[in-house]
T-cell receptor
């Protein structure tokens, strides 16, 4: 049963701490997306990668957020330092190449609370 | 103007009725259109994709696309309480996909 996995599922941290979220895309999917979802803003695209190369990270606050794909099976999203306004659910999604690139499969999400 | 607009709802329909969910988009160059279902506390799940004008049916779901009017809709026939969820419209353009804020559907038994 192929699925996107994310860790941790829940994270509570104090303001100023570093947070790292991890994602394992579905095997064979070459495009990986990071989203943030809040009640107020809905689902926001933070960054995405194709064949491990960053294609668009314009939705990400550059001063504190960073996203990488060290290999094809792992994508990471880091926040340093974290702030209370970063509290949200962070989703990773992956997709196949070609026309189906936007037919995305979402992971279960990481619920982040920054106090 | 938001790039992808949806009525936030809630849209309430009785069990067995047809639920009609609508979405408009602003980018005329958009090429691909999707509907995702999101249950409370869960992640979005792709239920329909449509790429050309007209209707596309899959079981109880029908997606309708009208590029001239920049309009996408999702019809759910014989609505069931298990269809109660938030439905997100997503529009794909050049190296970009944009989600609407979703319409909450409530199916009343």
């Amino acid at each position: 049963d192929a699925r996107v996995t994310q860790t941790p599922r829940h994270k509570v941290t104090e303001m100023g701490q570093e947070v790292t979220m991890r994602c394992q895309p579905i095997l064979g999917h070459n495009t990986v997306f990071w989203y943030r979802q809040t009640m107020m803003q809905g689902l926001e695209l933070l960054a995405y990668f194709r064949n491990r190369a960053p294609l668009d990270d314009s939705g990400m606050p550059k001063d504190r957020f960073s996203a990488e794909m060290p290999d094809a099976t792992l994508a990471t999203l880091k926040i340093q330092p974290s702030e209370p306004r970063d509290s949200a659910v962070y989703f990773c999604a992956s997709s196949l190449p070609g026309r189906a690139v936007y037919e995305q499969y979402f992971g279960p999400g990481t619920r982040l609370t920054v106090t | 103007q938001k790039e992808v607009e949806q009525n936030s709802g809630p849209l309430s329909v009785p069990e067995g009725a047809i639920a009609s969910l609508n979405c408009t988009y602003s980018d005329r160059g958009s090429q691909s259109f999707f509907w995702y279902r999101q249950y409370s506390g869960k992640s979005p799940e792709l239920i329909m994709s449509i790429y050309s004008n007209g209707d596309k049916e899959d079981g109880r779901f029908t997606a309708q696309l009208n590029k001239a009017s920049q309009y996408v809709s999702l019809l759910i026939r014989d609505s069931q309480p298990s269809d109660s969820a938030t439905y997100l419209c997503a529009v794909g353009g050049y190296q970009k996909v944009t989600f609407g804020t979703g319409t909450k559907l409530q199916v009343i038994p």
